[in-house]
């Protein structure tokens, strides 16, 4: 049962350990050496016999002081901070519907190390199904070396810092009275509502860096609905990347409820630890100086129409696409003017394995993104992501041609709802006078 306070919320259930895995996560208390160590890690996780040869040949791959202070300084400190939480049992609400949470860095090594010594138990059927790391120590040295820089590299004196994982869903005194205050709609459903929009619309920058690249700023997680999607098992594209590499993302898998149409997730304040080379199976690890980047994640999911590409011309699945990033790019009531300033770092969202058409998902966050401007005065950035994309490379004229051509939001968006696969998005919308 999911334990509950006076107020019927759900709250994080705690594992209980067994006095067998409480005796092998008390052996590593003290100092261990490779050969004792891997046999209690492997018992604790309970993989049946599967050997860990992920994390084994991680850290094969370690010089030799990180290995040495792997063995001797950070497995011990693991093994206390899980046993120090399950001691303390914090009480912390999961993230069902909106609302936000804060962790301490320190707090997100202790469940993370909780999750390697794979002692995490589910949380409710709405939730992802895996939230340990066995799968990943068993099969995946690539990512098992992200974790590993993580726990050997995540520094003392920066425990104490505060990471929020926001839960945001639609409010209609926000999301349209304050976005579109001229407006009798009660939903975005509207499509007079959007249809009406005055807003000019926004410039976007196309840059030939990863998204993650950008300081400072929100970076757009082509998100699955289920939070991390694959990360935690054979997955390993963008979303994937980026909570691998900023492993402190996986909170968020841990916290938050399976996201409804109307919702999104945003994680604020988190490290990327590693650098990487390659995509999917050619991801591998790269080593750098982690870095405090004030990033901010923005979980976004996005439709997968890989079974039928041009159902994403449709009037309704172009409107939930643009309601969505539209959520999204608004942020929260209780957003500060400076996050509300933060550019939004974004690209080919929802375009790999979802199949979405790329001009299309380009204008419709380019509707979302104007829409989200508070004011005509108000300088907000979005930065569009054209990393390695020839094509996307060369696309900026049309983006600006469109939008010299149609200027407000309303206008935009009435000829986009016209579109259909027949033609290419661009070249519709430019060749209509």
């Given at each position: 049962m999911i334990q509950m306070d006076v107020k019927e919320k759900k709250m994080y259930k705690f594992p209980t350990l067994s006095q067998r895995q409480m005796d092998l996560l008390t052996k590593l208390l003290s100092q261990q050496d490779r050969q004792n160590a891997?046999?209690?890690?492997?018992a604790l996780t309970g993989n049946n016999g599967a050997q860990l040869r992920g994390l084994d040949t991680a850290i094969s791959a370690l010089d030799k002081n990180h290995r040495d202070m792997f063995f001797q300084y950070v497995?011990?400190?693991?093994?206390?901070?899980?046993?120090?939480?399950?001691?303390?049992?914090?009480?912390?609400?999961?993230?069902?519907?909106?609302?936000?949470?804060?962790?301490?860095?320190?707090?997100?090594?202790?469940?993370?190390?909780?999750?390697?010594?794979?002692?995490?138990?589910?949380?409710?059927?709405?939730?992802?199904?895996?939230?340990n790391l066995g799968h990943i120590l068993q099969t995946d040295a690539e990512k098992s070396k992200c974790y590993l820089y993580y726990f050997i590299m995540a520094s003392p004196d920066l425990e104490n810092e505060i990471i929020t994982v926001e839960r945001i869903a639609f409010n209609a005194d926000y999301h349209i009275n304050q976005f579109f205050p001229n407006s009798q709609a009660k939903i975005l459903e509207d499509a007079?509502?959007?249809?009406?929009c005055e807003k000019s619309l926004q410039t976007i920058e196309f840059v030939d860096q990863k998204i993650e690249e950008q300081q400072n700023s929100i970076l757009v997680d082509f998100a699955n609905k289920y939070v991390g999607g694959g990360v935690l098992s054979y997955g390993c594209v963008q979303e994937e990347i980026l909570f691998t590499i900023m492993p402190e993302n996986?909170?968020?898998?841990?916290?938050?409820?399976?996201?409804?149409?109307?919702?999104?997730?945003?994680?604020?304040?988190?490290?990327?630890?590693?650098?990487?080379?390659?995509?999917?199976?050619?991801?591998?690890?790269?080593?750098?100086?982690?870095?405090?980047?004030?990033?901010?994640?923005?979980?976004?999911?996005?439709?997968?129409?890989?079974?039928?590409?041009?159902?994403?011309?449709?009037?309704?699945?172009?409107?939930?696409?643009?309601?969505?990033?539209?959520?999204?790019?608004?942020?929260?009531?209780?957003?500060k003017e400076e996050e509300f300033l933060y550019p939004i770092s974004t690209g080919k969202w929802g375009c790999g394995v979802f199949k979405g058409n790329t001009q299309l998902k380009t204008i419709i966050q380019l509707l979302a993104f104007s829409a989200s401007t508070k004011s005509e005065n108000q300088k907000r950035r979005m930065i569009f992501s054209t990393f390695k994309d020839k094509q996307l490379q060369f696309i900026k004229k049309d983006v600006d041609h469109i939008i010299g051509k149609y200027k407000t939001v309303g206008k935009l968006f009435s000829q986009l709802m016209k579109v259909t696969p027949k033609y290419g998005v661009f070249e519709f919308l430019l060749g209509q006078k």
């Amino acid at each position: 049962m999911i334990q509950m306070d006076v107020k019927e919320k759900k709250m994080y259930k705690f594992p209980t350990l067994s006095q067998r895995q409480m005796d092998l996560l008390t052996k590593l208390l003290s100092q261990q050496d490779r050969q004792n160590a891997l046999p209690i890690i492997n018992a604790l996780t309970g993989n049946n016999g599967a050997q860990l040869r992920g994390l084994d040949t991680a850290i094969s791959a370690l010089d030799k002081n990180h290995r040495d202070m792997f063995f001797q300084y950070v497995l011990p400190k693991m093994a206390k901070y899980a046993l120090d939480m399950l001691e303390l049992s914090p009480k912390k609400e999961l993230l069902i519907s909106e609302g936000s949470i804060d962790f301490t860095r320190k707090e997100i090594y202790q469940f993370l190390s909780l999750s390697f010594f794979g002692l995490l138990v589910t949380q409710d059927e709405k939730f992802p199904d895996t939230y340990n790391l066995g799968h990943i120590l068993q099969t995946d040295a690539e990512k098992s070396k992200c974790y590993l820089y993580y726990f050997i590299m995540a520094s003392p004196d920066l425990e104490n810092e505060i990471i929020t994982v926001e839960r945001i869903a639609f409010n209609a005194d926000y999301h349209i009275n304050q976005f579109f205050p001229n407006s009798q709609a009660k939903i975005l459903e509207d499509a007079q509502l959007w249809s009406n929009c005055e807003k000019s619309l926004q410039t976007i920058e196309f840059v030939d860096q990863k998204i993650e690249e950008q300081q400072n700023s929100i970076l757009v997680d082509f998100a699955n609905k289920y939070v991390g999607g694959g990360v935690l098992s054979y997955g390993c594209v963008q979303e994937e990347i980026l909570f691998t590499i900023m492993p402190e993302n996986i909170i968020a898998v841990l916290f938050c409820k399976v996201l409804d149409f109307h919702q999104v997730v945003i994680v604020k304040n988190t490290i990327r630890y590693s650098d990487y080379e390659g995509y999917a199976n050619s991801f591998r690890f790269v080593q750098r100086q982690p870095k405090n980047m004030n990033q901010n994640i923005l979980v976004l999911d996005a439709i997968n129409y890989k079974n039928n590409p041009d159902k994403q011309f449709q009037q309704n699945e172009i409107m939930r696409e643009i309601n969505k990033a539209f959520i999204g790019f608004s942020l929260s009531q209780s957003a500060k003017e400076e996050e509300f300033l933060y550019p939004i770092s974004t690209g080919k969202w929802g375009c790999g394995v979802f199949k979405g058409n790329t001009q299309l998902k380009t204008i419709i966050q380019l509707l979302a993104f104007s829409a989200s401007t508070k004011s005509e005065n108000q300088k907000r950035r979005m930065i569009f992501s054209t990393f390695k994309d020839k094509q996307l490379q060369f696309i900026k004229k049309d983006v600006d041609h469109i939008i010299g051509k149609y200027k407000t939001v309303g206008k935009l968006f009435s000829q986009l709802m016209k579109v259909t696969p027949k033609y290419g998005v661009f070249e519709f919308l430019l060749g209509q006078k």
